[in-house]
Antibody, heavy 122, light 106 residues
Framework: EVQLVESGGGLVQPGGSLRLSCAAS????????MNWVRQAPGKGLEWVSA????????YYTDSVKGRFTFSRDNSKNTLYLQMNSLRAEDTAVYYC???????????????WGQGTLVTVSS | DIQMTQSPSTLSASVGDRVTITCRAS??????LAWYQQKPGKAPKLLIY???SLESGVPSRFSGSGSGTEFTLTISSLQPDDFATYYC????????FGGGTKVEIK
């Protein structure tokens, strides 16, 4: 069974940093691109970032470019989202999501984690 | 950037109703469209990919159609478990979600 388990969320002050993790199991991890999608309280879904199966290609939505870094460790079946210079508008539940292909672009998501809440507030 | 517009934003329906949700893209996305269902406090679940392909395990009362810029998700006979919010997503160029359609009990 495919499982994705996020961790690392919490309360952080504006300008602070946080690192999210996503532990994957039940599939050949390096064969699939992975993504982060967030959902602000009471709002819709927003794609944040994608990484190819090998980890050599990443994409980011404009609002997080230069602040967030998406990486993966295929030996540990784990994803990481390093979030720096956090803003109030980054407050959301962050989901990791498995792509249907190895390519970082041009794919939808067939499995999602349960999400981890990030709150940016003073 | 490709914008995705869903309509309606809220839909009131009864068990057994046929329900249709529309998603429009700001430019052609061929058939690179997915539909997700999300229930409160839960992660989204993939229903349809490539506009009309049913994800494994999803009931056959769900169907998708369309290509280019206009797409529909149809639930042929609404069941109690189907009351949820539905999102479309384009994956032709980067990734964009529609604003969501909440299906409520009438």
């Amino acid at each position: 069974e495919v499982q994705l388990v996020e961790s690392g969320g919490g309360l952080v002050q504006p300008g602070g940093s946080l690192r999210l993790s996503c532990a994957a199991s039940g599939f050949t991890f390096s064969s699939y691109a992975m993504n982060w999608v967030r959902q602000a309280p009471g709002k819709g879904l927003e794609w944040v970032s994608a990484i190819s199966g090998s980890g050599d290609i990443t994409y980011y939505t404009d609002s997080v470019k230069g602040r967030f870094t998406f990486s993966r460790d295929n030996s540990k079946n784990t994803l990481y989202l390093q979030m720096n210079s956090l803003r109030a508008e980054d407050t959301a539940v962050y989901y990791c999501a498995k792509a249907m292909s190895i390519a970082a672009a041009g794919t939808c998501f067939d499995c999602w984690g349960q999400g981890t809440l990030v709150t940016v507030s003073s | 950037d490709i914008q995705m517009t869903q309509s309606p934003s809220t839909l009131s329906a009864s068990v057994g109703d046929r329900v249709t949700i529309t998603c429009r893209a700001s430019q052609s996305i061929s058939s690179w469209l997915a539909w997700y269902q999300q229930k409160p406090g839960k992660a989204p679940k993939l229903l349809i990919y490539k506009a009309s392909s049913l994800e494994s395990g999803v009931p056959s009362r769900f169907s998708g159609s369309g290509s280019g810029t206009e797409f529909t998700l149809t639930i042929s006979s609404l069941q109690p478990d189907d009351f949820a919010t539905y999102y479309c997503q384009q994956y032709n160029s980067y990734l964009t979600f529609g604003g969501g359609t909440k299906v409520e009990i009438k």
